[in-house]
């Protein structure tokens, strides 16, 4: 049995903040407000999985009010996503996303941003797709306020 899941996340950009996506610190001045690190692709994963598995929202399993989330690292939130997604008998075939930020380019990052991805879901390199764009300028993002993450998985299980 196959399950679709999409995922999407947009966090703020200000200063004095790191810029964490799929758990890679990016050289940059500002990074995501949020009450964790504010990784919005490994939100934006999670998200996705948990629609597969028809389990609500990343919001719902940790929520912004509990402090046990604060500060928290989001590629340990993926892998507990993984970890309910194993229990109901998943596992991920594929994972496409894509990032949206208008500075700094991503390209040199994305590799390594791959690499944590398949680490947590367990799957090869081959399977996670990244894909890096900019807001050519207009709105939220091309304005510099703020990164967007879309993000598509496939489970299959029984
Ligand atoms: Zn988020």
């Known amino acids: 049995m196959f399950r679709v899941g999409i995922g999407h996340d947009t966090h703020r950009l200000v200063d004095g903040r790191p810029l964490v996506l799929a758990g890679v610190n990016i050289a940059s001045d500002r990074g995501g407000e949020g009450h964790s690190d504010a990784d919005a692709l490994s939100h934006a994963i999670a998200d996705a999985i948990l629609g597969a598995l028809c389990e609500g929202d990343l919001g ?8 046990q989330w604060k500060d928290s690292e989001s590629l340990e939130l993926l892998s507990r996503v993984m970890w309910l997604a194993g229990e109901r008998g998943f596992h991920v075939v594929n994972v496409d996303a894509t990032v949206m930020l208008e500075t ?18 367990g799957i090869e390199l081959g399977r996670v797709s990244i894909k890096a764009k900019t807001g050519e300028g207009m709105d939220a993002v091309g304005l510099g306020l703020a990164v967007t993450t879309q993000a598509v998985v496939l489970l299959t299980g029984n």
Do not use: C, I
């Not at 719902?60 to 402090?67: A, E, G, S, V």
């Not at 700094?104 to 879901?121: F, W």
């Open 60 to 67: 719902l399993h940790f929520p912004d009010q509990d402090p």
């Open 104 to 121: 700094p380019k991503l390209r040199s990052y994305v590799l390594t941003m791959r690499e944590n991805v398949a680490e947590v879901l």
